[in-house]
């Protein structure tokens, strides 16, 4: 796996060299569902101000995790000094060392991350109606700044960089957390050293799930009683950043179809880059129901037809066999 130093056109210095970080707790197994790490908790006195920041977005591989970093506003001062930046200029040896100094300072320095799963990401694009990625976002973010507070962290302000428009995105999180004065602004990592924190945070730990990546599909290459083999390996864990522009993640998505099942649970089914593959060269899929009249009625839309639907097919608004 690669771990030049160089910068590539994702702004990435390269991926972590181990998955020793503590926001990855069981370092052997494979990342299958979405799931919160927090630090211990600071005992310092507040008020607290608080920065949110996230990684990977744009990768077609890998998690998309999201980051917070907190102190005590009276510590400020201090954490101007420590280093902290948009974690993109940093080198990955700079942002290991960096979380290791935010992870030290537990009286004073508080940190969490909301891992999102591949495969739960693609999960909620693809639902009947999609879950689409800011929504997905939003969530992580007034989750992670919920359970900060149920920690018994007193916030009084919050810096997040920008998703989308600023002030719809402000709006939504005060009506989530009155009495909370929130800033919502692009390039909050360069501006506020509190969001360059957290931006760190989410980003060692995504390059060290990308880095160490599991394949859970390889418990899957046990033969059966006939002899035969589920599914026979033909990915590399030469995966690259992830970021669909990296000549390694390219040949990555290029080599590792498998036309039948089509990618291990690294990648994200509901990007575009991944959908292109599988229509021009994954095995084409007939549904039962295609053409089949009762069974199309049985599972009609909400369009006056509602006495003939089934209760299941109802309470999942399913219109037909396929929305499956």
């Known amino acids: 796996m690669s771990q030049s130093s160089s910068l590539d056109e994702s702004g990435d210095n390269g991926p972590a060299k181990t998955r020793d970080v503590p926001s990855i707790v069981d370092k052997t197994a494979p990342l299958i569902s979405s799931y919160t790490y927090h630090s211990p908790t600071p005992i310092a006195p ?7 920041d996230e990684a990977g977005r744009g990768p077609v591989l890998g998690p998309l995790v999201y ?4 102190c005590p506003a009276s510590y400020e001062e201090k954490l101007n000094d420590l280093g902290f930046a948009d974690s993109k200029t940093l080198s990955s040896d700079t942002r290991a060392s960096l979380l290791n100094t935010l992870s030290c ?11 999102l799963s591949p495969r739960d990401i693609s999960s909620g694009m693809l639902r009947r109606p999609p879950v689409n990625l800011n929504k997905q976002s939003q ?9 900060v507070l149920q920690r018994g962290i007193e916030l009084t302000e919050v810096y997040v960089d920008a998703l989308g428009a600023t002030g719809p995105y402000e709006k939504l999180l005060s009506s989530h957390f009155p009495g909370i004065s929130f800033t919502v602004t692009a390039k909050a990592d360069s501006k506020y050293k509190i969001v360059g924190a957290a931006s760190v945070a989410a980003k060692v730990t995504r390059d060290a799930w990308i880095e160490g990546w599991i394949f859970e ?3 899957h290459e046990s033969s059966d009683a006939t002899g035969m083999q589920d599914v ?5 864990e030469e995966v690259g950043s992830g970021y669909p522009s990296d000549p390694n993640t390219k040949t990555w998505v290029k080599n590792s179809l498998e036309r039948t099942f089509g990618y291990p649970s690294i990648a994200r089914f509901s990007w ?3 959908k292109v593959v599988l229509d021009a060269s994954a095995h084409a899929v007939e549904w039962i129901d295609d053409g089949d009249a009762s069974l199309v009625k049985a599972f009609e839309n909400a369009t006056g037809h509602d006495k003939d639907r089934c209760v299941i097919s109802k309470d999942l608004s ?3 066999v396929g929305t499956l």
């Open 139 to 147: 969530d992580a973010t007034i989750l992670l700044i919920r359970e």
């Open 105 to 115: 300072d537990v009286a004073n320095l508080g940190w969490s991350v909301r891992v």
């Open 46 to 52: 507040g008020p607290y101000i608080l920065g949110v």
């Open 318 to 320: 399913l219109s037909s």
């Open 232 to 236: 026979k390996r033909i990915w590399s």
């Open 67 to 70: 980051g917070v970093a907190y």
């Open 217 to 219: 599909e390889d418990a």
């Open 272 to 274: 575009t880059t991944i």
